[in-house]
Nanobody, 127 residues
Framework: QVQLVESGGGLVQAGGSLRLSCAAS????????MGWFRQAPGLEREFVAA????????NYGDFVKGRFTISRDNAKNTVYLQMNNLKPEDTAVYYC????????????????????WGQGTQVTVSS
């Protein structure tokens, strides 16, 4: 089992940047596929980004369009989401998620594939 704690959210002006971090506790972090999702008020949770166990594969939501970068540091049990050129429509609670993928090399984009979730961190982008 793994526990996830997000940090790095906050208030930023449009065009600004934030870096979210997600620290994972527990063992075998390298066997987990990691993902980021977000949920804005009144909307469904949507896929933001995911990264494979070995960092070789990443996937992004269509709206990202080169603005966000997901990465992980397996030595620190941490996954990051660098967000640049933020827009007001990026305002949401951002959640880190994990699933133990064993030996699978790849990523999942569906929230239903993830077993563990953090508590979320608020990102607010002002215009």
């Amino acid at each position: 089992q793994v526990q996830l704690v997000e940090s790095g959210g906050g208030l930023v002006q449009a065009g600004g940047s934030l870096r979210l971090s997600c620290a994972a506790s527990g063992r075998s972090f390298t066997t987990y596929i990691m993902g980021w999702f977000r949920q804005a008020p009144g909307l469904e949770r949507e896929f933001v980004a995911a990264i494979s166990r070995d960092s070789d594969t990443t996937n992004y939501g269509d709206f990202v369009k080169g603005r966000f970068t997901i990465s992980r540091d397996n030595a620190k049990n941490t996954v990051y989401l660098q967000m640049n050129n933020l827009k007001p429509e990026d305002t949401a609670v951002y959640y880190c998620a994990a699933v133990n993928a064993g030996h699978l090399l790849g990523v999942f984009t569906s929230q239903w594939r993830y077993d563990y979730w953090g508590q979320g961190t608020q990102v607010t982008v002002s215009s």
